[in-house]
Nanobody, 124 residues
Framework: VQLQASGGGLVQAGGSLRLTCAAS????????MGWFRQAPGKEREFVST????????YVGDSVKGRFTISRDNAKNMVYLQMNSLKPEDTAVYYC??????????????????WGQGTQVTVSS
């Protein structure tokens, strides 16, 4: 199983980035897909999850209204559109795959597979 996250970079506050996670080696359409992030010295934080069919999405309070998750099961891809970025969004962002994560979709232990992470840096 491989989850390849990309799309991170350096952006000014107020800007946007779109993260992409390409999945391979697993039956993608049966897995919920999530994004988590971890800043230096802090615990891993839930960002967003989308259910296997794409029918439901969940977003963490700190990014609500700014970040949107989506997926394309035909391409085995999941996306995280990040708008109105703030310096506090600076972190390594990880994509993860979990089977039937609800209701504990925000719990990182519910996810079976993890990508390598992509760095997002937001300057003030």
């Amino acid at each position: 199983v491989q989850l390849q996250a990309s799309g991170g970079g350096l952006v000014q506050a107020g800007g946007s980035l779109r993260l992409t996670c390409a999945a391979s080696g697993l039956p993608f359409s049966i897995y919920d897909m999530g994004w988590f992030r971890q800043a230096p010295g802090k615990e891993r934080e839930f960002v967003s999850t989308i259910t296997n069919s794409g029918g439901s999405t969940y977003v963490g309070d700190s990014v609500k209204g700014r970040f949107t998750i989506s997926r394309d099961n035909a391409k085995n891809m999941v996306y995280l559109q990040m708008n109105s970025l703030k310096p506090e969004d600076t972190a390594v962002y990880y994509c993860a795959a979990g089977f039937r994560t609800r209701p504990e979709y925000a719990n990182s232990r519910r996810y079976n597979y993890w990508g390598q992470g992509t760095q997002v840096t937001v300057s003030s």
